[in-house]
């Protein structure tokens, strides 16, 4: 069946709204035609992935837009921009000029928009950018596809740069893939009921398992049975790491996520095609993985927040820390969104971390190029994510560790 | 002299398509993986590592398609180094897009032509080939 337009959808077309909600409607009129869609659904929010500068295209893009006329149809939210607005210092200009005057010039272009100021990539960790159970929307950044789908039950496929923008302004996307209820029934089956109770209070377990799923589940959806309890923030290092290491846009957890209260929920009714039995010996060799590192070298970094850390990790950290201070040679970058740094200022957080020479990093991540002042040498993360793509993309040894272990080894100048 | 094997398929942008076939061995993610600077592969895992595609009729197997995709075949079709068409046996929006946005953008695009399996397995590398008719001819 051939995708009928409606009448608006057929003046953006046409072009009688401007050229830009035409390129918009052909963008997404594409994407349904690629993926055989044969109708629209509404969306009610997107958080958008293309005001990250990627290039002169995606800054020319920016400027057609906006020079054509382009309107928004639902609240829009930006994810995390290659630049921090308040730490100049990070990405300095002088090093990358082209990169960083063009990521200034396009966060001024979709805030121009009309797109609200976020910046982050954990937009569910602040009540606008937590979509209702159910709800169609529109993700971009890897991890927030996951949560939006896995933790929080709204409907989105993964959308790329160019694409997620067009949908929030025409307000639609194609009805295909995860949108649809047989699209988001469980097909492999991940039994971690096995494991000990110490790998059950590993902060490590969530993302070495998201590594696990993320490797093993290929085309399908992923299932995790026998897993007793998780948070979210448990359950966004899972999914982070599931879609770093292996583009995981939905994982459901028995008795944990909302469309798995059971099993059989989870699946449709429908027996899964593949169980894999999770050991310990599968979360070992995700975590030999994450590290490049001797682990000897001098440190020299550790990079915390991604994605970006919510209070409670926040609180954590600084608990963790407790006063001391940073040995020498030693930065800590701690990546997080503008509202949780709001949150965090009240409680005094924010003045703790800097007291023991910490920073806290906003509107950006550390994990990609070009790279972070202060990333020169052996760096620790505790997030799977981060390793995952620091290994490639920044050419330093780095190790994967918890954050307890992160604290410590910050403390002592190498990796305890 | 035989002319060019005229391909079945679909067109998923349409446009000029016509010239010797590259194939390439496993999929090929261009962000990442491709310099829009030279137009040569970067992937170092990719058996094809330093591969120039600059004005090549791509073969792609697979996809690799990922959210960056469209930004780095778009600066390369500004550039002139991208592919000058490619043909790939799964539809992946992020080319598609990037290759749509750069003809409203630029004015020239990197045409794809969608075709099947047993197609892709007959193309020798090398092969002259040419698209099937578009809409607009």
Not at chain 1, 62 to 71: K, Q, Y
Not at chain 1, 326 to 336: F, K, P
């Amino acid at each position: 069946m051939a995708l009928a337009l409606d009448e608006q959808e057929q003046r953006w077309l046409d072009g009688h709204d401007g050229a830009a909600m035409q390129l918009a409607m052909r963008l997404v009129l594409a994407a349904a035609e690629v993926s055989g869609a044969t109708s629209f659904v509404p969306i009610e929010s997107a958080h958008i992935n293309s005001c990250h500068y990627s290039g002169s295209l995606s800054l020319d893009f920016a400027e057609f837009l906006l020079a054509e006329g382009a309107v928004l149809s639902v609240p829009t939210h930006t994810n995390a921009s290659l630049i921090s607005c308040d730490l100049p210092t990070l990405r300095p200009e002088a090093a990358t000029p082209t990169e960083v005057a063009g990521a200034r010039r396009l966060m001024e272009i979709y805030e121009a928009l009309g797109c609200s100021s976020m910046w982050t990539c954990a937009p569910y960790q602040q009540p606008e950018g937590r979509p209702p159970f159910g709800a169609h929307v529109v993700g971009s950044e890897s991890n927030a596809v996951g949560f939006t789908n896995s933790v929080l039950g709204a409907r989105t496929n993964k959308y790329g740069d160019l694409l997620d923008i067009s949908a929030a302004l025409v307000g639609r996307v194609p009805f295909v893939g995860l949108h649809t209820d047989e699209g988001r029934r469980a097909t492999h089956r991940f039994d971690v009921s096995g494991l000990s109770d110490v790998w059950f209070d590993d902060p490590n377990l969530p993302h070495l398992l998201g590594v696990v799923v993320g490797k093993a589940v290929g085309a399908g959806i992923g299932v995790i049975d026998g897993w007793p309890s998780a948070g979210e923030d448990e359950l966004k290092a899972l999914v982070a790491a599931g879609a770093a290491a292996g583009g995981v846009d939905l994982v459901h957890v028995v008795g944990i996520t909302p469309e798995a209260p059971t099993l059989e929920a989870a699946s449709g009714g429908v027996p899964v095609a593949r169980t894999t039995v999770v050991g310990p010996e599968d979360l070992a060799a995700a975590a030999a993985e994450l590290t490049t590192a001797a682990g000897d070298e001098p440190l020299r970094a550790v990079c915390l927040g991604t994605p970006h850390f919510s209070i409670d990790e926040l609180a954590e950290l600084v608990d963790r820390l407790d006063g001391r201070r940073l040995a020498e040679g030693v930065t800590m970058l701690v990546t997080t969104s503008r509202a949780v740094a709001a949150e965090a200022a009240l409680r005094g957080l924010d003045d703790r971390l800097a007291a023991s020479g910490g920073s806290l990093v906003l509107d950006t991540c550390t994990y990609y190029p070009p790279r972070s002042t202060g990333i020169d040498g052996f760096t620790l993360t505790n997030s799977a994510k981060w390793a995952y793509y620091g290994r490639g993309m920044l050419d330093v040894p780095i190790a994967f560790t918890s954050l307890e272990r992160c604290v410590e080894s910050a403390v002592a100048g190498r990796w305890v | 002299m035989m002319g060019p094997l005229v391909l079945e398929g679909r067109w998923l942008v349409e446009g000029e398509l016509r010239g010797a076939v590259l194939r390439l061995d496993e999929p090929l993610s261009f962000w990442g993986g491709f310099d829009p600077v030279t137009g040569r592969i970067i992937d170092r895992s990719h058996a094809q590592h330093g591969v120039s595609l600059a004005g090549r009729v791509v073969a792609m197997p697979g996809s690799r398609g990922s959210s960056g995709t469209p930004g780095v075949l778009g600066e390369s079709i500004r550039r002139g180094t991208a592919p000058a068409a490619m043909l790939v046996t799964k539809a992946d929006i992020n080319l598609v897009a990037g290759s749509l946005t750069a003809a409203a953008l630029y004015g020239t695009s990197c045409p794809i032509l969608l075709v099947a399996s047993e197609v892709f397995a007959g193309l020798v590398d090398g092969a002259r080939v040419a698209g099937p008719p578009t809409s607009s001819l």
